[in-house]
């Protein structure tokens, strides 16, 4: 499923920024991604590549260079999934080849949060001596997992960001993706709609 790009990134970068991994604002950091991630450095990269997992011309020609265009199902996650996502779902599954059997498909899933006590969220990363006894408390990773799920569970409160203005979002489609969607739409011969 392709995403619109604009819309992707600025996902991404409210993920990083709710983790602490981000302190630049989103323009600052479009602005500078090429000098600030490194392919090398993957999980960084990965955190702070916002315009680089929107650029699907570059991703997708790499597969269609191994595998035939037929054995993929590019899906417009706007105009086709949540627009219609029952005929959606069916498509998905008639490409997959499987049986119908009824998927719930009203489910909001991973909604915005963000933690109630950003200490405690610091806490449950950090290592030290405590995690020595709570590790002999509970020998069973099983439960100290458990456990640990529930507490970050119960630290989440959902939130509605901040959008971006209509300008913003032209402004930053024709500056880092419009050639890219251009490419897209020639090499898929469909048309994305993402620059409306």
Not at 9 to 38: K, M, V
Not at 43 to 72: D, T, W
Not at 91 to 97: A, G, H, R, S
């Amino acid at each position: 499923m392709l995403r619109n790009p604009v819309d992707r990134a600025y996902s991404h970068y409210l993920h990083s920024l709710r983790d602490q991994h981000e302190s630049l604002s989103f323009h600052e950091a479009l602005r500078t991604e090429s000098s600030r991630t490194n392919k090398q450095d993957y999980l960084s990269f990965l955190r702070l590549s916002y315009m680089g997992q929107g650029l699907y011309f570059e991703m997708l020609s790499r597969y269609y260079a191994l595998f035939s265009k037929e054995q993929f199902l590019i899906i417009n996650f706007e105009d086709e999934f949540i627009n219609n996502r029952d005929s959606t779902i069916k498509k998905i599954l008639d490409f997959l080849e499987v049986k119908d059997e009824g998927i719930m498909i009203d489910i909001k899933s991973n909604p915005a949060s963000k933690a109630r006590f950003q200490w405690l969220k610091n806490l449950m990363k950090k290592t030290g001596w405590w995690r020595v006894i709570i590790k002999n408390m509970i020998p069973s990773l099983k439960v100290r997992q458990i456990i640990k799920n529930r507490i970050q569970r119960a630290n989440i409160s959902t939130f509605t960001p901040s959008k971006l203005l209509e300008q913003e979002r032209n402004e930053i489609f024709n500056t880092y993706f419009k050639k890219d969607v251009e490419s897209l739409e020639l090499l898929l011969n469909k048309k994305m709609n993402w620059n409306k």
